[in-house]
């Protein structure tokens, strides 16, 4: 299980990131870029422990799903973008694959 915990929080870091590019204003602020680079470096430091259980494909699928539906999440509550219903059926069709993935994959112990 706290091989869970790292991917989760390579997931938090790499949505962290992902959205502080707007802030970034084409990394010509200093302070957003250079915590952008920080939580994308943190967030394949975890990567890195995930794998040590879990096969790199459902780690990295776990990890680029999970991190679509935040980020589309999150997009729409901070920046006020929309999500289309079509686009909110598909966010959860993600996370419906994305447990799928992990309910049905061998884990190493």
Do not use: D, R
């Not at 975890?46 to 780690?59: E, R």
């Amino acid at each position: 299980m706290k091989v869970y915990f790292f991917l989760i929080a390579a997931i938090v870091m790499e949505i962290c990131g992902t959205m502080l590019l707007p802030l970034t204003q084409n990394f010509t602020k200093v302070l957003p870029s250079v915590i952008l680079c920080g939580c994308y470096g943190g967030a394949f430091y975890f990567l890195t422990f995930s794998l040590s259980s879990l096969p790199l494909s459902v780690v990295y699928a776990t990890w680029s799903g999970l991190g679509v539906f935040g980020i589309s999440t999150l997009s729409y509550f901070l920046y006020g973008q929309s999500l289309p219903w079509q686009a909110i059926l598909g966010l959860f069709l993600i996370v419906i694959g994305v447990i799928l993935v992990n309910l049905f994959t061998y884990h190493e112990s």
